[in-house]
C-alpha cells in the first residue's frame, strides 16, 4: 500500500531558528495536508496543498507540494516555544477514497 | 461552536470488559473515521464511515467495532478481544468531495488505559 517517509523523526532546536521537515510518497498524492499535534491534543490543520508546486505561506510557516507529486515539506522561520508540538503529513493518493495516508510525525523541541 | 466531541477524555477498562468511545460532530461531515495513537508512532486507522448505516475497516480494525445510525455519531467500542488496547483514539470527519476526500478534522483524543 501506499506510504509515507517523514523525517526527520525529531528535531530539538534553539528558538528563533528555521526548520525545514518532509514527507515523501512511494507514489503520487493528489492532496498534502500538514498538521500539528499538541500533547494530549488532537492534531489541527495547518496547511492544505492542492496542486502540484503550489508554495502556501500561514504566518510563519511555509509549506510545498512537491512537482513530481510524490513530496511535500514544512518550514516554520523564526521559531518560538508554543512551536513545541509533533507535526504531521498528510496525503490522499488515487484510488484510496476517503483515507488519508499519515507520515510517522516530526517531533519538535524549542529551547529557549 | 462547530466541531468534534470525544468523551470521556480519560477511560480506564478492565480485563474482559468492553467499553465505549463516543465521538459527535455538528459540521454536517459525511465521513467519520477513527485512528489509533501510540507514542512516538503516527495515526492508524480503524475504521471509518461515508455514510449512515455504512463503515470500513482500516488497517487495524480487529478487536474494534464501531456502529454509524446516525450523521453526527460514530461510537467505538473496544472489546476484550482486543489485547493491547492502551493508547490515545482520535476521531476525525471530513465533508466528501468528488473524486476523493477533504481536510480531516479531529476532536481532542479520548486516552485509554487497561487497570
Known amino acids: 500500500g501506499q506510504q509515507l517517509n517523514q523525517s526527520p523523526q525529531s528535531m530539538f532546536i534553539q528558538e528563533g531558528e528555521d526548520v525545514s521537515m518532509n514527507c515523501t510518497s512511494s507514489?503520487?498524492?493528489?492532496?498534502w495536508l500538514w498538521y500539528k499535534q499538541d500533547p494530549g491534543e488532537g492534531p489541527v490543520l495547518l496547511i492544505a496543498l492542492y496542486k502540484a508546486g503550489e508554495l502556501t505561506s500561514n504566518g510563519r510557516l511555509t509549506a510545498q507540494f512537491g512537482i513530481t507529486r510524490k513530496d511535500s515539506f514544512l518550514n516554520i522561520s523564526a521559531s518560538i516555544p508554543s512551536d513545541v508540538g509533533i507535526y504531521f503529513c498528510?496525503?490522499?493518493?488515487?484510488?484510496?477514497?476517503?483515507?488519508?495516508?499519515f507520515g510517522q510525525g516530526t517531533t519538535l523541541q524549542v529551547k529557549p | 461552536d462547530g466541531g468534534i466531541t470525544q468523551s470521556p477524555k480519560y477511560l480506564f477498562r478492565k480485563e474482559g470488559q468492553n467499553v465505549t468511545l463516543s465521538c459527535e460532530q455538528n459540521l454536517n461531515h459525511d465521513a467519520m473515521y477513527w485512528y489509533r495513537q501510540d507514542p512516538g508512532q503516527g495515526l492508524r486507522l480503524i475504521y471509518y464511515s461515508q455514510i449512515v448505516n455504512d463503515f470500513q475497516k482500516g488497517d487495524i480494525a480487529e478487536g474494534y467495532s464501531v456502529s454509524r445510525e446516525k450523521k453526527e455519531s460514530f461510537p467505538l467500542t473496544v472489546t476484550s478481544a482486543q489485547k493491547n488496547p492502551t493508547a490515545f483514539y482520535l476521531c476525525?470527519?471530513?465533508?466528501?468531495?468528488?473524486?476523493?476526500?477533504?481536510?480531516?478534522?479531529f476532536g481532542a483524543g479520548t486516552r485509554l488505559s487497561v487497570l
Open positions: 498528510a496525503g490522499h493518493g488515487s484510488g484510496n477514497t476517503g483515507k488519508l495516508i
Open positions: 507514489s503520487i498524492f493528489n492532496t
Open positions: 476525525a470527519s471530513s465533508r466528501l468531495v468528488p473524486g476523493g476526500v477533504d481536510i480531516q478534522y
